[in-house]
């Protein structure tokens, strides 16, 4: 059924696209920019399980951003022209979180050919290689067993070619999310199947001088990710502030520069909301990102610490691009009704 459903909707973004609609709608909404979020860039994608944007569809996505006439620009810059109505060019922000090494080795020499800044947000577990990041353990558990039993699902899944390892990953993923408290439990299934998440962190982020490496390039702007990559929601308005601000600590000793930018982890309304806004503007970051999926219009200007983020994943392709950065998406839907409210 999720096959079909992702099956019908590809074929409703292609015939959005084919139809040249979508460049008529942004003007008609009054989309100002948009910022996208990468996470993994991947040259081999079905070794990793289809989890990170392909390399060559990684360089199409730039590109064709650049002649489709949007300006790529840092986050300073897009909240300055959120700021200036008189402003109308279309601009796009690019943003990595979680400071992978494949940023470095595949998506920097894009973005130095095309000229195009970008941020990455990292947090500080990333660094020191004790962050739990259960999502790495878990691709690396359906990756390498075609039998994994998880005993608090009361299911074994049998996942012994890519679309099953696929499928079981995705089921897992979907119950962490729908309630981000209970991914410590993946603890004892990692144990079980000796899964090192350090392990993982070494061989996925990038270390203490390639952080120093990236901030050195004039494109790269460094932003804050937390300390632990927790959902800042379901903590203390006391472990909120100690998050965001031991990591910005961290990454200005090691950078020796200021750290104005925040992503908030997960980034979904389950995870941030008003109270991790106003905690990020205290805090004196200049910009927070959610996750929300839509683009920038001008009233986000006047909330710089909950600006959404449109997602590229596996699948997204220039059709995706240009419907969704034009504003056809389910959540501006609900901006403007919350708007009207």
Request: proline letters at 4%; charged letters at 25%.
């Amino acid at each position: 059924m999720s096959d079909l459903k992702g099956s019908v909707k590809l074929a409703g973004i292609r015939g959005l696209h084919a139809s040249g609609v979508a460049p008529w709608v942004a003007p008609a909404l009054g989309v100002r920019g948009v910022i996208l979020t990468f996470h993994e860039i991947h040259d081999d994608p079905e070794s990793e399980l289809r989890t990170g944007c392909p390399t060559p569809s990684f360089a199409k996505l730039i590109f064709w951003l650049r002649d489709a006439g949007w300006d790529i620009v840092t986050l300073d810059e897009a909240l300055s022209r959120l700021h200036d109505r008189a402003d109308t060019r279309r601009f796009a922000v690019i943003t990595f979180d979680d400071g992978y090494r494949d940023n470095i080795a595949r998506a920097l020499p894009i973005l130095r050919r095309a000229q195009a800044p970008f941020t990455t947000y990292i947090p500080t577990g990333a660094i020191t290689r004790d962050l739990f990041a259960w999502w790495l353990g878990l691709r690396e558990l359906f990756r390498i067993n075609d039998k994994v039993e998880i005993p608090f699902l009361d299911r074994t899944f049998f996942c012994r070619d890519l679309q099953g390892k696929r499928a079981a990953l995705s089921a897992v993923m979907r119950w962490a999310h729908a309630d981000l408290t209970r991914v410590s439990d993946l603890s004892s299934v990692f144990a079980k199947y000796r899964i090192s998440l350090a392990s993982l962190c070494d061989r996925y982020f990038i270390n203490e001088s390639e952080l120093k490496l990236l901030a050195s390039d004039r494109l790269a702007t460094i932003g804050g990710h937390t300390a632990t990559h927790p959902a800042l929601a379901t903590l203390s308005e006391t472990d909120v502030s100690r998050e965001i601000e031991d990591n910005r600590a961290f990454l200005q000793d090691h950078l020796n520069r200021e750290i104005n930018h925040l992503a908030y982890p997960y980034g979904c309304s389950r995870a941030c909301g008003q109270r991790e806004a106003r905690l990020a503007c205290e805090a004196g970051f200049r910009t927070a990102v959610t996750t929300s999926h839509r683009p920038l219009f001008t009233r986000d200007g006047f909330n710089p610490c909950a600006l959404p983020r449109i997602n590229i994943h596996a699948h997204s392709t220039i059709a995706h691009l240009n419907t969704e950065t034009s504003g056809i998406t389910r959540e501006t839907v609900r901006y403007f009704l919350s708007a009207q409210a």
